[in-house]
């Protein structure tokens, strides 16, 4: 792709299209705009893309850490809440919400006191 975007400088339409992924793992020369590999991006976004690969599946991540460690996988029961969902529950409802979670805040931060202290 490098070589490509070298060979066709006089390509304005070609280079223009081309340029924005060159950029992603080479440097462009501002006086020559010639392009030359810069390995440490090129790893980068080789990185990248392993990573986007071996932790998109659960599977896959469970076997990564069993290399590693003794796991036990476990599900949460909570489930995430979005905007919508606390749109349309009711004032009381979100009022209880709101005061059940600063009470579990609260009562986290005494707890983290008294153990500190002791």
Request: glycine content about 0%; aromatic content about 8%.
């Amino acid at each position: 792709m490098i070589e490509q975007y070298n060979a066709n400088q006089n390509d304005e339409e070609f280079t223009e299209l081309i340029k924005v992924d060159v950029k992603r793992f080479a440097d462009v020369d501002n006086s020559t705009k010639m392009a030359t590999l810069n390995t440490m991006r090129l790893d980068q976004l080789i990185n990248e893309q392993l990573n986007n690969e071996v932790y998109n599946n659960i599977k896959l991540i469970r076997a990564a850490w069993e290399k590693q460690y003794e796991v036990e996988l476990q599900r949460s029961e909570l489930q995430l809440e979005t905007m919508t969902t606390i749109k349309r529950k009711s004032k009381q409802q979100q009022f209880k919400d709101y005061k059940d979670s600063t009470l579990c805040y609260r009562l986290a931060i005494a707890v983290l006191i008294f153990l500190l202290d002791s």
